[in-house]
């Protein structure tokens, strides 16, 4: 800190010159009031006085020119602006990027006084300090950057948006908001951009930094416990288990009620006692067939900082079979699956027309691809629009490799599985022409790839390029466990094996009518809009609190969705000291960070007391005169 | 200054109740100095009234005829029988009519009480006789000495028509009419005694012109109790002369202090003349003056 103020307009003190004026009219006084007195004997006798002119005296009597000198002096000092100069560079051009993700909402046990309030004091401290030629732009950083403000000096614009901020109850994620600093630094010279957290986010972020980031970070706040997983499974029973997983910080152990609601009717409840940063998995089960809302509510038995943590949402589908189509061509498909009872399989022999949807596709042919399904399976063919890049050739080849941890070939051993019809990339053809049209190699062959995933809007499609049937795949112990995982994978895209709460930022999509707008109302009363795409999918709607989300709409019927926070790392309340960047690491700075502080105020506010004083000095009653 | 007079009103100056009430009165003079010429105020001396005095012892030459035979039949020593001597006192009225006296009815207060200390003379037999002092270098305006009710009148007249307005000091005017003046008594002077001049000669010239010396300042309640703030430039009303202060305010008490050094000279002066010396507020009843103040100082009976 220097203590020497500087000034913005040093141009200002020519004001100065306004002080030759001042004396001259002060001692000139043009127009004296006259007062006609009886004699001027006595008052000749008080100015002839020792006392009177005595230096001191001299000097009282001029009090009123000297306050006069003193109120412009101060005046010019104002219009100077001077400042206190913190030292530091002084940054024209300041981002600042406030954490508003659910643990910002933290609040301290004592105080009660959330992060992001914290936050928000601090930032509202620069503003007040802002000099002329600073510019602030607010940028809000949850599950994405929302830049509140424009570079600005404009305080009450800057105070209004800053107090229009609210946490979301969402995750925090950095790299949106840098790279968004980072575009704006094309348009103005950007040197340092200021970051406001708690420090509740991942600690890599995978960004190059081109300005310096002053990471700010908050006291931590008391302990909490939250909910971080609610998820349900169909058990052999029919009957559905459910798993919640409660997570304790770090700080305090603590007591807590864990109640489960089922269509808002309590079924289970269950006291427990969390260690300091434990975790714990409670299981329920649950009897439903056509479906029910579950609600967990935990009751936090001490000071709990974060609220939005303690409830969850569920929604049970109601039972049903899959619907499978096997190509008759398949027949070791039809066989593995044929013993599963919850499988309704076609075509059936009496009759060849199936249902018009099915969950699961497999087909020896793209016509029979066609038909509307969840999951898809190709076999023994190359998809019309990768001729181009693969051609099929007979002979002998085998898996070089595969990716172990998709969920078609989880615990699926492919080594010295014999393919007798090869795949072979054409010429110059490679794996990034694949990508490029969506498709993600899961089995490498010699020559070309043997298996091919592909997310298509809501379906999910695997292509086997060569006929599984034409290799010794059937024959080993890994098909029936493939074609298990691909009933899984079904059951879990269909969703009535296995669910899993739905977590915040986004809602999940939902089907309705095709190209149809729908309304949906937030838990905090807002109102979104949405459409429906061409397959009737309702999808990318930004859920930022926890709660029910009201879809009214053709076909929706007032359906509620319900999200819930459900992460581990808001819950910890964990903070981080360093956030560690593609080069390099930036540390929590622990000081606040220090700004020039404008004087302007401080000056005119003596200027005004000193005009109040000339004023009173000038208007008070006389001493001496008997009251 | 002129006042009308009403129809049924002796005088301008105060009403007839208050005229009855001064006629009652008489003034009080600690020392006896009276003319030699036979008159009604009572000397200390040994005179020839009716009225006894003292005895003191025969002494070779004195009239027989005052020898107290009753005494000297059972003492068998004469002792000289003495009576009060009633000689005549001159009651001098000096007005200050310069231009300072001209406000805030300081004069008017001067007059009333000119007159007042007129007619208290007048009524107790005593030769009464006014000058108004305005001009500097000029001769006073003069009543000639006159005594008893009848020259009330006159003496009302003469006030009342008194001009005020002028630049002579207190202290000139004082010597101006010891010019004209004979006779001993008591000299009032009614002025507010803001002269730059030195008042110890005139008062000396009084002294020794056998007068006793009331001094009567009488002030507006501007000059009491001013009440000015800021930077003025003060007016002299006689001389036209001015004085630039700052801060006004400030320099009051002060003027408080010089104010009371002032009065306490006066009284100074008068006190060593075997004089009295008082101040009077222009602002303040006549009645209170007159009754009050003047009374509780033992100036009149």
């Known amino acids: 800190m220097n203590f020497w103020p500087g000034f913005y307009s040093l141009q200002g003190a020519w004001y100065l010159l306004l002080l030759v004026p001042l004396v001259i009219f002060y001692f000139l006084k043009l127009k004296r009031p006259h007062k006609h007195v009886p004699s001027l004997a006595l008052w000749s006798q008080v100015i002839n006085d020792r006392r009177v002119n005595s230096p001191f005296q001299k000097f009282k009597r001029s009090i009123l020119l000297l306050l006069q000198i003193l109120l412009l002096l101060f005046l010019v000092l104002s219009l100077m602006q001077p400042y206190i100069q913190s030292g530091s560079d002084r940054a024209q051009y300041l981002p600042i990027l406030i954490d508003c993700s659910a643990s910002m909402a933290a609040t301290d046990p004592d105080t009660k006084i959330s992060r992001l309030d914290l936050a928000r004091e601090r930032v509202t401290e620069l503003i007040d300090n802002l000099l002329p030629d600073q510019r602030i732009s607010l940028v809000a950083v949850s599950s994405t950057a929302h830049r509140l403000t424009d570079f600005t000096d404009n305080q009450r614009v800057l105070k209004q948006a800053l107090n229009g901020l609210t946490v979301d109850d969402v995750p925090s994620k950095l790299e949106d908001a840098l790279r968004m600093t980072q575009a704006l630094s094309r348009t103005v010279p950007i040197k340092t951009v200021l970051f406001y957290s708690d420090g509740n986010f991942p600690k890599e972020v995978s960004f190059d930094l081109p300005f310096e980031l002053n990471y700010q970070k908050l006291p931590s706040a008391g302990s909490n416990i939250g909910i971080t997983s609610f998820n349900a499974r169909k058990n052999q029973s029919g009957n559905w288990d459910v798993f919640i997983r409660l997570e304790n910080s770090p700080k305090y152990e603590n007591p807590a009620t864990i109640e489960l609601k089922q269509d808002s009717q309590t079924v289970a409840k269950e006291e427990l006692v969390l260690g300091k940063g434990d975790s714990q998995r409670i299981e329920f089960s649950i009897n439903t067939i056509s479906g029910s809302a579950l609600e967990a509510v935990l009751t936090p038995g001490s000071f709990d900082s974060l609220p939005a943590d303690n409830r969850a949402f569920l929604k049970i589908p109601s039972a049903r079979s899959l619907l499978v189509f096997i190509s008759p061509d398949l027949a070791s498909y039809r066989y593995a699956l044929s013993e599963n009872k919850d499988l309704e399989l076609y075509p059936e022999k009496e009759e060849s027309a199936g249902p018009a949807e099915y969950d699961l596709i497999i087909a020896a042919s793209e016509t029979d691809l066609d038909k509307p399904a969840l999951v898809k399976l190709g076999v023994g063919f190359v998809p019309e629009e990768l001729q181009q890049y693969i051609s099929l050739e007979t002979k002998l080849t085998d898996v070089v490799d595969w990716n172990r941890s998709s969920a078609l070939l989880r615990h699926v051993e492919l080594n010295d599985v014999q393919i007798t019809e090869q795949p072979v990339w054409a010429e110059n053809a490679g794996v990034e022409n694949l990508e490029g049209l969506g498709y993600e190699v899961l089995v490498h062959g010699r020559l070309g790839p043997l298996l091919l995933q592909k997310r298509n809007s809501g379906e999910l499609e695997f292509y086997f390029l060569f006929n599984t049937d034409h290799s010794t795949m059937p024959y080993r112990v890994g098909f029936p466990i493939m074609v298990s995982n691909l009933i899984q994978l079904t059951l879990q895209e269909a969703g009535i094996a296995e669910v899993q709460a739905s977590a915040t930022p986004v809602l999940p999509a939902v089907e309705y009518v095709p190209e149809k707008k729908y309304q949906i109302r937030t838990p905090d009363g807002q109102q979104l809009s949405a459409e429906s795409n061409k397959n009737g999918l309702v999808s990318g709607i930004a859920a930022l609190h926890v709660g029910k989300y009201l879809i009214t709409g053709e076909g929706a019927d007032s359906a509620e969705i319900c999200v819930s926070l459900l992460n581990p790392q808001e819950t910890s309340l964990v903070s981080i000291d360093e956030i560690q960047f593609s080069e390099v690491p930036v540390t929590a700075s622990q000081t606040q960070i220090d700004s020039d502080k404008p004087l302007w105020v401080e000056f005119a506010v003596i200027a005004f007391v000193l005009l109040l004083v000339e004023w009173w000095y000038f208007q008070r009653r006389p001493v001496g005169i008997p009251s | ?301």
């Not at chain 2, 010429?37 to 005095?53: D, V, Y």
């Not at chain 2, 005594?147 to 009330?152: L, V």
């Not at chain 2, 002294?207 to 007016?235: C, H, K, T, Y």
Request: net charge negative.
């Open chain 2, 1 to 301: 200054m002129s006042q009308e007079t009403l129809p049924n009103q002796y005088t301008s100056l105060f009403d007839n109740k208050m005229l009855s009430m001064l006629e009652r009165m008489r003034l009080n003079p600690t020392r006896r100095l009276t003319n030699r010429s036979r008159g009604e105020h009572l000397s200390g001396k040994g005179g020839t009234s009716t009225e006894f005095s003292d005895y003191r012892n025969y002494v070779a030459g004195d009239d027989v005829r005052y020898i107290d035979w009753n005494i000297f039949s059972r003492l068998n020593r004469p002792y000289m029988k003495q009576y009060q001597h009633e000689e005549e006192m001159h009651v001098v009225l000096i007005l200050d009519a310069s231009s300072s006296m001209d406000y805030e009815d300081k004069f008017l207060r001067c007059q009333q009480l000119a007159a007042a200390f007129g007619v208290m003379g007048l009524l107790n037999f005593e030769k009464v006789s006014a000058y108004a002092c305005n001009q500097k270098g000029g001769r006073p305006a003069k009543l000639s000495p006159c005594t008893g009710r009848i020259s009330m009148k006159r003496l009302f007249d003469f006030l009342a028509k008194i001009q005020v307005g002028g630049d002579s000091p207190i202290e000139e005017a004082i010597e101006d009419v010891l010019r004209s003046h004979r006779g001993r008594g008591v000299a009032i002077v009614l002025s507010d005694y803001e002269s730059f001049g030195d008042l110890q000669r005139p008062f000396n010239m009084l002294f020794s012109a056998g007068m006793e010396i009331f001094g009567v300042q009488v002030l507006g309640p501007a000059e009491i109790n001013p009440e000015i703030n800021g930077d003025l430039r003060l007016v002299d009303s006689e001389s036209g002369q001015t004085l630039d202060i700052s801060s006004a305010g400030d320099l009051l008490r002060l003027y408080h202090e010089h104010r009371a050094l002032l009065e306490d000279h006066l009284a100074m002066l008068c006190r060593q003349r075997s004089g009295r010396f008082m101040t009077i507020n222009s602002g303040d009843s006549l009645e209170h003056v007159l009754f009050d103040q003047l009374r509780r100082k033992g100036w009149v009976l």
